[in-house]
């Protein structure tokens, strides 16, 4: 069993930077693919990015090339999301999620293990 737990998320105007925190409890966290995933209001959860278990492999969402990076610490059980250059239209619920399979898997959001409970992150235009 693991669970998420995130952090890092609030108010930021457009253009700023924010940084999320997933911290993973359990063993065997450098086993799963890690990923962000957010859900804006009235709208579905949508696939942000993602990270392999040793760190070498991340997919990301097009929408957030060059402005979103994944990373993860696996001495710390946690991943990270540093947002940069952020725009209205980033503000959601987002949610760390874990998978056995790969970030690509992932990105097609079948085979999500565990999901933590979400932060919102407003971005004001």
């Known amino acids: 069993q693991v669970q998420l737990v995130e952090s890092g998320g609030g108010l930021v105007q457009a253009g700023g930077s924010l940084r999320l925190s997933c911290a993973a409890s359990g063993r065997t966290f450098s086993s799963y693919t890690m990923g962000w995933f957010r859900q804006a209001p009235g709208k579905e959860r949508e696939f942000v990015i993602a990270i392999s278990g040793s760190g070498g492999t991340t997919t990301y969402l097009n929408a957030v090339k060059d402005r979103f990076t994944i990373s993860r610490d696996n001495a710390k059980n946690t991943v990270y999301l540093q947002m940069r250059s952020l725009k209205a239209e980033d503000t959601a619920v987002y949610y760390c999620?874990?998978?056995?399979?790969?970030?690509?898997?992932?990105?097609?959001?079948?085979?999500?293990?565990?999901w933590g409970q979400g932060t919102q992150v407003t971005v004001s235009s």
């Open positions: 999620a874990a998978s056995p399979s790969t970030t690509q898997t992932m990105a097609s959001m079948t085979s999500i293990s565990y």
